[in-house]
């Protein structure tokens, strides 16, 4: 199975959001008016999902609720069926499809009953056409919506996020699906569990499909592999809820105690190249403990040199392919994050590496990182890993005390110091020396406003320096004489170090705070951008303002075209216009879903960097965004920009769906309108046309009435064509079913057909001791004479039109053959060829291209097929499949 990448997540500030709280109670209001859900879920067919589920009903209607079966498929099961005794049930309603009648379930019915809890079996299945909705887990929707509870059952493989994984298991394409928003608001999940060897067993009883049906399934669907594996997906699946209802009630009850009801991994991961062997450090060991894993990067105000960006950028995309889930969160304070974001994720070990600072360092900062993260990690187990041996790298020049400086600021720093040594001397006859240490002392404080630390240390010793040297008396020496001025010093020296750099952490944090208001307040624009724009253009020109105003770089959006789907074009909005070769990047973007050129590792020579515009698991595009030459991204800004581009993909997302729902309405309208026409138009026609003919039965032979005849003939041919197309869609089609013998069905064809084939040859092919089939005579006859008028229309007058019958017994099938020695069929006929109103040859006068679609119509309708080709020897065969019998069959679960 592949393995999926986890998303990248930003920790959001600690303070509470007042709209975030209102929407949050909102949202609890809305859930009180709904319905509860509750899903009684398994790995397969028969593991017991519907039986507990009718257990469960049973209870709560003993204890005295109100419950209904709105629907249940017992699938002949004795046990389940004993299980309805008793239970309030509402009756299917049916709908006519096809000449048989569907039993769904009848919502208008439950809605009018308003029971308190509803019981509704297969969440997954495809409503019969006609009903209100297309899925029944639509239905289930608005049973909730109503404020009724719901029990319902599902298997693993109708998640929708769970599809592809079960087709690539199983080699079976799941065609009915449930989204998985279904199962994530449901109020409770109960899982159904059975090893592989006793469902095995269960299905080898019969008790989950009969006859045939089960020693099929047996060798298929239900071999003991894909059970084994369908069963570690459900296993899975309800373990990461029950992971994600426990950090959901942790972070309502504020609880920072760890609980250790399963192994969680966090590792540290900072611009270091040992942040690459604490990563896989952690992998393995997350590996060994079949544990999920976190890798966290905290962001200090300390600026990243372009080499120490790119190398945090590495690790982080370590991380990432080896399927950790990255968190992000800017802070000074390293060990305090690294333990509240363990406690958010109930993270149960903590991985760090040994610090390598000089401990002298480690003792100014309050110990190393290490010692903070022991003292405050309370029942976290924290595992520090040694670093690699150093390769004679100073350990001074590790103390990033003034590594955030310019040199600027050393020069502001002693110029500063210069101009209150000056002011001193000036002033040293008004005033004592003590004062003096004032003006120092301020000047500190004040540059701790505007410099680094580095700068600021620097001040506060050379104004100490100062001070004792020019001031403190004896002047012009650095002896301190009385013991007073000697503790002075001291306090002087220390205040002034302490308080500048309180000074400078307030305006590192000061900093801070602005940049993640800005990353906010360029969300929100962007977004409020995006609502207002009234179409795709707008948006797209929205954004590419925002990101020129934000980042001074230019936008380029490629969107997939509709003409070549798979392909991708450049938008008019774009801001640059992307070669040839930066085309090819956006593409590999596009197609893989992962960013590329600059600043990555695919295709790095790009002058772009390339992002996929994902709305979940569509790919609606890609953005390039070409920063200037010199310019670099840090991680915050491509974090910035991802943000942007999934923004941007829901937003094209959203107007696709629009434009395909008013699509279907307007088809839908269409349709509507067009089958109404033709009713009417048919209707109104019929009646003249059987005056017609019968007034011409009446007159003498003549070609003149030969002719009316027959064009009266046809006219009558376009109108049933035109009835039975209606009688089709509208699904008013009814069968009636009787044994018929083949042989009848293709002579009555034939002379139904018999003015058509005057001029040509028939060969019949008919062998004797054909089986009956049960069928409707008159549309499996007119099938037939639509596929030999056609034969006849598309041939030449003296053709030969073979009809022909017989059997297929493997595949338990009767088929009709209708065969000409014409021109055959051209390949690009051949997808269109039932289409409605297609016609093979437009400038042919006559017909509408209704009968093969008629043909194949009926033919489904008994649950056949038509199938159409070209003879080895030339010449188009036209065949009818029939089931040559129909044995008992039970529904798939």
Sequence with gaps: MRMRHRPLRLMP?????????????????????????????????????????????????????????????????????????????????????????????????????????AVVDELAHTNAPGSRHLKRWQDVEELLAAGIDVFTTLNVQHLESRADTVRQITGVAVRETVPDSMLEAAAGIQLVDLTPEQLRERLAEGKVYLGDRAAVAADNFFKESNLTALRELALRLTAERVDKQLREIREDRQISAIWRSGERLLVAVGASPFSTRLIRWTRRMAYALDAPWLAVCVETPVPLTPEERKLLDENLTLARELNAEIVVVPDRDVAGTLVRVAQQHNVSQIVIGKSRGHPVLDFLRGGSLADRLIRRSGQIDVYVVPAEPRTGRSRWREWSLSAASRPREYVTALLTVLGVTLVGLAMQGLTGYTAISLFYLTSVILLGLFVGQGPILLAATLSALAWNFLFIPPIITFRIDKFEDGLMFGIFFVTALVTGRLTGRLRAQERDQRQREQRATALYQLTRAIAAARSVDEVLRNAAAQVQELFGARLAIFTEDPAQPGRLRLHPAATYVADEKEQGVAAWSFRNHKNAGRFTDTLPAAEGFYLPLLAGENCMGAMGVKPPAEATLPVNQRELLESFATQIALALDRERLRATEEAARLSRESEKLHRTLLDGVSHELKTPLAVIASAAENLADGPLVAEIRTATQRLQRLVNNLLDMTRLESGTLRLRRDWCDPADLINAAREMTADALRSRTVRMDLPAGLPLVRADAGLIQQALANLIHNACVHTPPTALITLAAGTDEAAGQLWFAVADNGPGLRPEQLDRLFDKFYRGDPDRAGGLGLGLSIARGFAEAHGGRVAAGNQPGGGARFTIFLPLEQPASVPPE
């Excluded at 949050?24 to 028969?46: D, H, Q, Y």
């Excluded at 299980?83 to 809605?111: F, H």
């Design 13 to 117: 500030d600690r303070r509470p959001d007042p709209d975030a709280l209102l929407a949050s109670i909102r949202r609890s209001e809305a859930k009180a008016t709904r319905g509860r859900l509750k899903v009684f879920f398994g790995m397969a067919p028969g593991v017991g999902k519907t039986y507990a589920m009718l257990q469960a009903a049973r209870k709560a209607h003993a204890e005295g609720m109100d419950v209904v079966v709105a629907l249940v498929e017992t699938h002949g099961r004795e046990e389940t069926q004993l299980l309805l005794e008793g239970l309030p049930v509402v009756p299917r309603k049916l709908i006519a499809y096809r000449g048989t009648q569907l039993g769904e379930l009848d919502l208008e019915a439950v809605l009018a009953r308003r029971p308190r809890l």
